[in-house]
């Protein structure tokens, strides 16, 4: 016997169900809950929902309906919009598909319908009145109401008739032959009679009803499309509307808003531009911080114009930065009187770097065969492949802070320390600039790798960075320039996992010492966010303040970055801040975004506004002269979407390079098979390094622990070897902290190159070049270097 067949809903119910719609890899069927009417499918989480949040419609006038298999059907408009849904039972199925192909054609129809000429019915008159009209609709839906009685009365008679039918028909299959044969045939036609006269009672029912539908049809589509019409006008006019205010306020107020940060600069700021993603119930992944309210506490408007006559109040104001149109900048004079500038020099032949390197393969990434084999495993233990990665070194990344070199080289030719203030602002926000898309982790340096950057021939400048310690990790970085500065940090990296971003927060100062005026200038990173971890895609975003401090004059720049915000109206990894001397009074204003320029502003005069901050401060108007540009980001280079958005200098990093130390990043295996695109063997020679590397830390901690009893030395032995630290594991359990940074490493290894020192400046332990890299290299002799590779 067949199936019997599921009840088929009529053409112009609403259909209402729960079924199975696939989201992703991560979730896969989710329950939702579908409604069926009018020739849309839409869904919602919950039927609560109903009311108030649609997840998603498809038109079924132009959908396809395809059945994979007993439960399984996809709907797709051809377009963007495909579900994946699925029932719980072939039979709940096969109802869904009925009701979709009866509601597929029935708007498909009504479609071809309104796409006829109006000439069957006309829209009612310009003139006629909205009373008249809302009563023309309520009496069709008085008139269409009774119909739809009507065909409820006669649904029922058919159904009572048709039980005594079958009755009937049972009975006199049941008797036998006789007298009695005649007055049964009489009752099952009488029976009949009935059924086929409410048969056709309904069907003139149906009839009239479709009729009149059919004739009000139209002109309700064409009702509801001026409708939508006007409503599409009624927007459109209300975003200019907004646009225009927009306009008219920031003219009012005249330039950029800065935020409330100098008045208490030892405040720490949290913070964390997202992928454009498809706007349903499943893309909820992106992690956004609510715009504050009245945060900002000083205004930037245009100085009064007596500032911009000559004279002499401005004779102070020409010969810093060059602040007047009229004025030639002071690293223009610099450059034309220096006769040891690049122009009066004789042209040495300069050594062609890169340009190129091989594309980064499309490899897919199946996180199973990751996860499958830490099963049991603690989490400090497992290793992370080379898919994550980018082949570029923490040492080389840490070397690129040094992309715009030149605005250090125009701060030494400063006369004053406020103007050099100026240009290490604008250097420490450069530093930013080529993280934008750089989403790929570098590789963790082993204990005593190194990376020397030589650019004394193309732009006078030379670097050093040695990984001191592996436990906590920490890098240190030397560089000293021909032009007169001298550049010194030691980083270790802390991070936060917060399920759907990971936070990064570098801990150690940062030092500039220029030679000719002897100023000292310190600062510290801010965090790094970089958000969509598990699922969608990757961006990062910087956050947090920023105190630039010159030690030896006292002057201060306080920069904010601003973390990035869906309903802020400020454009996006903006930058702000303000220069002072050692009185706390405002000399310059800065403003720009850490991934493409900065400006700074000379200060007139400043006083009190008219509005209030947050706290119920008034603000603190600074009146500037016009905006100059201090730095603008390089483009990237062609095709850099394809190696990694590496820029012009990150691509020359990983060059090879003849007489470099056997610790050379560049000579670093996994790192140099990963860049030309063989990742398989990277990830065996990476996993080979970092056991070499576990063998010689526990050689070196042995070493360590000659003068403890073998008992002794063996319960060692053992904690080593159970808990061993990899180089490119994830380091959860050993996340470094403030105070374990400063409070000493573990390794019990001595740096080649950097020894620890206590800091004058900050007083905190950190390493310091002691000298003798580029005479050993000058030498050729690296009889003193580790073989870590």
């Not at 004779?315 to 223009?332: A, F, P, Q, V």
Request: proline share 5%; hydrophobic share 30%.
């Amino acid at each position: 016997m067949s199936e019997p067949k599921a009840p088929t809903p009529a053409p112009g119910d609403t259909y209402k169900g729960w079924l199975f719609k696939w989201t992703n890899y991560i979730k896969g069927y989710q329950r939702r809950w579908f409604v069926l009417s009018n020739g849309l499918l839409s869904y919602y989480r919950t039927q609560s929902e109903m009311g108030h949040t649609c997840r998603g419609t498809i038109n079924l006038a132009t959908a396809n309906i395809a059945v994979e298999d007993s439960c399984n059907f996809v709907i797709s408009n051809g377009g963007t919009q495909t579900y994946h849904l699925k029932a719980s039972s072939e039979v709940e199925r096969q109802r869904w598909i009925t009701a979709l192909e009866l509601a597929k054609a029935k708007a498909f129809r009504m479609q071809a319908e309104s796409d006829d000429s109006g000439d069957d019915s006309t829209s009612p008159s310009a003139s006629q009145g909205a009373g008249s009209r809302n009563s023309e609709v309520q009496s069709t839906l008085r008139t269409l109401g009774s119909k739809v009685e009507d065909l409820s009365t006669c649904n029922d008679l058919i159904a009572k008739h048709g039980s005594a039918l079958q009755r009937s028909l049972s009975e006199l299959e049941g008797i036998r032959l006789g007298g009695e044969t005649s007055e049964k045939i009489r009752q099952v036609t009488e029976r009949a009679t009935l059924f086929r006269i409410t048969s056709n009672a309904m069907i003139n029912a149906c009839r009239d009803f479709l009729a009149l539908a059919q004739a009000h049809s139209k002109r309700w589509q064409k009702a509801l499309q001026a409708e939508r019409e006007q409503r599409v006008r009624l927007e459109e006019t209300l975003e200019q509307l907004a646009k225009q205010h927009n306009h008219l306020e920031r003219a009012f107020r005249g330039a950029t808003v800065l935020p409330a940060s100098q008045s208490n600069p030892a405040i720490d700021s949290k913070g964390s531009v997202p992928g454009k993603g498809d706007v349903s119930d499943e893309d909820e992944e992106n992690e956004f911080f609510d715009a504050c309210e009245d945060v900002q506490e000083f205004i930037t408007v245009p100085a009064d114009p007596k500032y911009h006559r000559s004279g002499s109040n401005v004779s102070g104001i020409s010969s810093e930065l060059g602040m007047d149109d009229g004025t030639t900048s002071l690293d223009e004079q610099s450059l034309a009187s220096n006769p040891e500038s690049p122009q009066s020099q004789e042209v040495v032949p300069v050594r062609k770097r890169r340009t190129r390197i091989p594309d980064k393969p499309n490899y897919s990434l199946n996180l199973w065969s990751i996860m499958k084999n830490c099963i049991g495993k603690e989490l400090s233990k497992i290793p992370m492949p080379v898919n994550f990665n980018e082949p570029l070194s923490m040492l080389q990344r840490l070397s690129e802070d040094l992309e715009y070199y030149e605005l250090l080289d125009r701060g030494a030719k400063c006369q004053s320390s406020l103007e050099q203030m100026c240009y290490v602002a604008a250097f420490t926000v450069s530093s930013y600039s080529t993280t934008v898309h750089r989403t790929g982790k570098p590789f963790n340096p082993l204990l005593g790798e190194t990376f020397e950057l030589d650019r004394v021939q193309e732009s006078g400048y030379r670097s050093l960075c040695e990984q001191v310690s592996h436990h906590p990790p920490a890098a240190a970085h030397h560089a000293i320039s021909e032009r007169g500065w001298t550049l010194r940090q030691e980083i270790a990296l802390a991070s936060k996992f917060r399920g759907k971003y990971l936070s990064i927060m570098p801990l150690g100062s940062i030092h500039c010492v220029f030679e000719k005026s002897n100023n000292h200038y310190t600062w510290k990173k801010v965090t790094t966010t970089v958000h969509n971890i598990i699922v969608g895609k990757l961006w990062i975003d910087q956050s947090g303040e920023i105190d630039v401090v010159n030690h030896k004059t006292g002057d201060r720049c306080h920069l904010k970055f601003a973390p990035y915000s869906y309903f802020s109206r400020d454009v996006a990894r903006k930058v702000t801040g303000v220069v002072t001397d050692k009185d706390g009074k405002a000399h310059y204003v800065l403003s720009g975004t850490w991934d493409e320029k900065m400006e700074c502003s000379r200060v007139m005069e400043s006083s009190r506004g008219g509005e209030n901050g947050a706290d119920g401060r008034q603000k603190t108007v600074y009146q500037t002269l016009k905006a100059k540009e201090l730095w603008r980001k390089t483009p990237l280079p062609e095709g850099a979407e394809d190696m990694y958005y590496f820029s012009t200098l990150a691509l020359t990093l990983n060059e090879p390079e003849e007489g470099v130390a056997p610790t050379d990043s560049r000579r670093r295996p996994d790192q140099r098979l990963m860049e030309q695109g063989r990742w398989e063997e990277a990830n065996a020679e990476k996993q080979r390094l970092e056991e070499k590397q576990r063998t010689v830390r526990r050689e070196r901690d042995r070493e360590a622990n000659r003068s403890t009893n073998p008992a002794e030395e063996a319960l060692i032995e053992d904690s080593i070897s159970d808990s061993p630290l990899k180089t490119e594991e994830v380091e959860i359990a050993s996340e470094p902290s403030e105070t374990t940074y400063k409070s000493g490493h573990q390794d019990n290894y001595k740096p080649m190159w950097f020894e620890r020192q206590i800091d004058p400046m900050t007083g905190d332990p950190t390493h310091i070049y002691r000298g003798g890299y580029w005479e050993a290299k000058e030498q050729g002799n690296w009889d003193s270097c580790p073989d870590i590779f």
